[in-house]
């Protein structure tokens, strides 16, 4: 950090406790917390620092931890995800796990004594938690269909490995990159559907050719900047007008962090996002001090990127651009998996792939290189039946944040309500085209329903003189080419009366048709 960011403004809590001791400075205290128990922990290490780790305290559940790991790009091997069903098996009925909106995967249940034994297990598979919580760059998302996709521009999954590499050391733990203002999210996206949902990044790479009609077209990536989703403010990303080589990317996400990290408004954690410096700086003044560190100019923007389709959801089996291969995308209803699952998935991946497993940003799981002989086999497995590769029209596109069973900051309960909402909908109606419906348990909006074709976001609403759990809608969200936030449109509907409510939006806004049996008994 300069010294202008820590002597010229107010520090705030959070400040404080990380000028006291770095986050990743638990590190190597985790054998002692193992030995004297969580109640026994200083506050700050108990509550904060333990996220440098990837370990969160979760006050809804005391003592049963939740574990958040780094995948880059998504993909892990039937070995690696075994050994997280491994540690969720160990707490049983406690135990289970959550695909999360960045690709990535929380494992929950777990008790302090037992997390030396299970970085161990990590280390031994080549997983990491390092740095995926707080104030440092989270999970980095790619498209999950990178190198099987034959319309892709370029396969972004080395690119992702080497910016987490960098950052965080190899999964070691890096403290040029431990304390930074808040959270830092990057996306790089090599497909035609924007399939990271790119606009909603601190750090964003879209494909993009350089070179005029006199040049052999160059591919490489636009850079956006500055989007976010907070309870104070959401915004999507805005152009930096560079453009650089695959080359560079690595080099150009040091820098930018680099300089969130130096420059980051760190007075009030509600405006600490890079946001919020471009707005003090303006995108010019940004773009010089990348180019003063980047140590030479950057090239503008290519004229227009190359996000040029509707985003893919992956559910389904697709054709590879390996003749005679197949990917296999899975529903997860809301993400949530249990041991069992875990094991059956890796087990699939091993039986009918090459052992590889991705995750999507929808929360949902890509089984690839399924050879088109073992597909009718494959369509026997009884897991398809809870893991559609058919599933409901709305099913397929339900995403949902933690909510209130595991997280503290929650207004209401979102998962399982999320499911059974789905399920009535879809007994009541019939639909001709996927829609998506994202719930949040907040306005933090990790579940983002600002992307979601209807998106209910988490609050307290009065009822009869009592207050409940409701929601806000959110609509209008579009992704793909052209994505846009959707925007609030009613406020402060009780979760209990929204059914009818969700109801008449599907019929007025998407088409949706009432069932003959539903007619009947209504
Ligand atoms: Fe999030 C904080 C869960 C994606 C915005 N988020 C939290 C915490 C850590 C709060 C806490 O300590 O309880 C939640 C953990 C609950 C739990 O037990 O699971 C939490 N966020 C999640 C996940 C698991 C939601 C999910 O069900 O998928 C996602 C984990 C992603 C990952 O693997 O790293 C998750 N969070 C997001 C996203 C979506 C995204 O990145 O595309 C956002 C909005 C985008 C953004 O950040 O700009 C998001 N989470 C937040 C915020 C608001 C940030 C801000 O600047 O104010 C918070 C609160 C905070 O950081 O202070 C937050
Ligand atoms: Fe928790 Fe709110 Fe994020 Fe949902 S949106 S996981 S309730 S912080």
């Known amino acids: ?221 636009n850079v956006l900047v500055g989007g976010l989703f907070s309870a104070k403010r959401c915004e999507a990303a805005i152009p930096l007008n560079a453009w650089v080589s695959p080359a560079e990317v690595v080099s150009l996400c040091k820098v930018i962090v680099e300089i969130f990290r130096d420059h980051g408004l760190r007075a009030n954690r509600q405006k600490a996002r890079l946001m919020w410096l471009l707005d003090e700086w303006g995108i010019e003044k940004f773009r010089n001090e990348v180019e003063k560190r980047f140590g030479k100019s950057l090239l503008p923007a290519a004229a227009k990127d190359e996000i040029d389709w509707e985003k893919r959801d992956h559910v389904g089996i697709y054709k590879q651009k390996q003749p005679g291969f197949n990917y296999a995308g899975l529903n997860i209803p809301v993400g949530r998996l249990y041991a069992d699952d875990m094991f059956e998935i890796a087990r699939l991946a091993e039986v009918y792939g090459s052992g590889e497993i991705r995750f999507t940003v929808e929360q949902n799981i890509i089984i690839p290189n399924i050879t088109d002989s073992s597909l009718t086999t494959f369509f026997t497995e009884a897991i398809l039946e809870r893991f559609a590769v058919n599933p409901g029209l709305l099913m397929r596109s339900l995403v949902s944040c933690t909510g209130a069973q595991f997280c503290n900051f929650a207004l209401i309960e979102t998962k399982n309500r999320a499911l059974a909402m789905i399920k009535s909908l879809e007994s009541e109606l019939t639909l001709s085209r996927p829609v998506r419906i994202h719930w949040t348990g907040c306005p933090n909006s990790c579940g983002q329903p600002q992307v979601a074709d209807i998106g209910l976001m988490g609050t307290k609403v009065r009822k009869n003189g009592k207050m409940t759990e409701g929601v806000d809608i959110y609509m209008g969200g579009t992704v793909g080419k052209d994505a846009h936030l959707g925007t609030c449109v009613q406020k402060s509907i009780p979760c209990e009366d929204l059914q009818p409510v969700l109801r008449e939006i599907l019929i007025q806004n998407f088409g949706a048709k009432v069932r003959e049996e539903a007619l009947i008994s209504h």
């Open 1 to 221: 950090m300069t010294e202008t960011a820590t002597t010229t403004e107010k520090l705030n809590k959070f400040e404080k406790f990380k000028a006291e001791k770095d986050g990743l400075a638990v590190k190597n205290e985790i054998e002692n917390f193992a030995q004297i128990g969580w109640e026994a922990m200083d506050e700050n290490d108990l509550n904060h620092r333990l996220k440098w780790l990837g370990v969160f305290f979760r006050p809804v559940t005391p003592g049963k931890f939740m574990m958040r790991m780094r995948l880059p790009n998504g993909i892990l091997t039937s070995n690696q995800m075994s050994a997280l069903a491994e540690v969720v098996q160990r707490y049983g009925e406690n135990g289970s796990a959550d695909i999360t909106t960045r690709q990535n995967i929380q494992l929950r249940g777990i008790n302090i004594e037992d997390i030396p034994d299970i970085f161990n297990k990590f280390h031994k598979v080549g997983l990491t938690t390092i740095q995926s919580g707080m104030d440092n760059v989270r999970n980095i998302t790619g498209d999950p269909v990178a190198g099987l996709d034959a319309d892709e521009f370029y396969d972004t999954r080395e690119l992702v490995q080497q910016i987490q590499d960098m950052l965080t050391n190899n999964g070691e733990g890096n403290p040029e990159f431990s304390n930074l203002p808040r959270k830092f999210n990057i996306a790089i996206t090599g497909g035609r559907d924007n399939s990271v949902h790119a606009e909603i990044n601190d750090l964003a790479f879209i494909p993009a050719f350089w070179g005029n009609e006199d040049q052999l077209p160059i591919f490489g990536f």
